[in-house]
């Protein structure tokens, strides 16, 4: 068994569309993680170059003059300034679970990259659906990237939102035998009590989160953004007009595999770390009483199946690279 370890779950006000910020940003957090004994450190939703909040409250059309700078100010995988953040991870010896808007030349996707303490990239994953109104600016992931990887803080995975509302897509992360999971959020302050919005706020994500946590036996670590006058300034400056949202939005937390909070949580408005213990070995406990894909489990009945195809764009000389194959799992 793993002895057990320190993660952290970041609770921040991201560098709203500015990437040298962003990444400076970043790597001073994995410093801070570092220095206080932290092997896994989990950022939220679209932490680079900040989750586009002015979405849900402005067209398309009228939002068309933050496209360049959105798209400027994402990352593309294996750019220098991804390479920052690997050096990163490998100085202070933790594994970073990243939430970014990652570039794929002139298309965005909704992704996480899981760093290695080692410096090196495990998986970079996209969100397999955008939410709503987020598929104005991003395009879809595919079957590849719901997958659950060894790694030494236990097998790790990671959603983004609301893919943890999806039952199929949870049950596909629960047959690989989940460990540690990483749920990236944006900020969860637009469901205040009372708004038409309720599902987008704290009360139904949190449970969510905690939910994935009992429901698959496994560690969750939920990061979420904060809103500050700071992003309302820089969505204002570039629409020539004030665009409401909620402030705060933060509520981070760590769930045990029971569904336990397992810290306290931070001030919706504060910045910080939520930490917590990681103990591998309390997940047989948890899951002696319902194990999802083992003794609780009824293939004969139910059974997902997973498409693991990675359905990417091939490059011309690579067209028979993507055919289809399916996988079928218990759930």
């Not at 957090?29 to 932490?47: C, D, N």
């Not at 593309?76 to 920052?84: D, Q, W």
């Not at 990483?182 to 969510?208: F, K």
Request: glycine share 10%; aromatic share 6%.
């Amino acid at each position: 068994m793993k002895p057990p370890f320190l993660a952290a779950a970041v609770q921040a006000v991201p560098a709203f569309l500015d990437l040298d910020a962003a990444i400076a940003k970043t790597v001073a957090l994995i410093e801070q993680a570092g220095a206080r004994g932290v092997r896994l450190l989990a950022f939220p939703e679209a932490w680079i170059p900040g989750y586009p909040f002015w979405i849900w409250s402005v067209s398309p059309l009228e939002a068309i003059s933050l496209s360049r700078l959105y798209h400027e100010a994402s990352v593309a995988a294996g750019s220098k300034p991804l390479a920052r953040i690997c050096e990163a991870a490998r100085c202070n010896g933790v594994h970073v679970v990243l939430g970014l808007s990652e570039r794929d030349h002139s298309s965005l996707y909704l992704g996480q990259t899981i760093i290695g303490a080692d410096g090196c990239i495990i998986a970079q994953r996209r969100k397999l659906r955008p939410t709503h109104v987020e598929r104005t600016v991003f395009g879809d992931g595919d079957g590849s990237d719901l997958a659950v990887h060894d790694t030494p803080v236990g097998r790790l995975g990671a959603l983004n939102c609301w893919e943890h509302l999806q039952p199929l897509v949870r049950a596909a992360m629960f047959a690989q035998h989940e460990e540690v999971h990483i749920a990236g959020w944006p900020s969860l302050a637009a469901g205040a009590s009372g708004s038409p919005a309720y599902a987008l706020g704290r009360q139904v994500n949190l449970a969510a989160s905690q939910v994935y946590a009992a429901e698959g036996g496994c560690y969750v670590l939920a990061a979420t953004q904060v809103v500050d006058e700071s992003v309302l300034r820089v969505q204002a400056q570039h629409l020539g007009r004030d665009v409401p949202f909620p402030l705060g939005g933060g509520c981070s937390m760590i769930y045990g595999p029971d569904g336990r909070a397992l810290a306290d949580f931070l001030p919706e408005d504060a910045e910080g770390l939520v930490v917590a213990e990681i103990d591998l070995g309390t997940i047989a406990f948890a899951k002696a009483l319902a194990d999802p894909v083992g003794h609780y489990a009824r293939p004969d009945a139910l059974r997902l199946i997973h498409d693991r195809t990675r359905w990417r764009a091939p490059p011309p000389d690579d067209a028979d690279s993507h055919a289809p194959g399916a996988k079928e799992l218990s759930a």
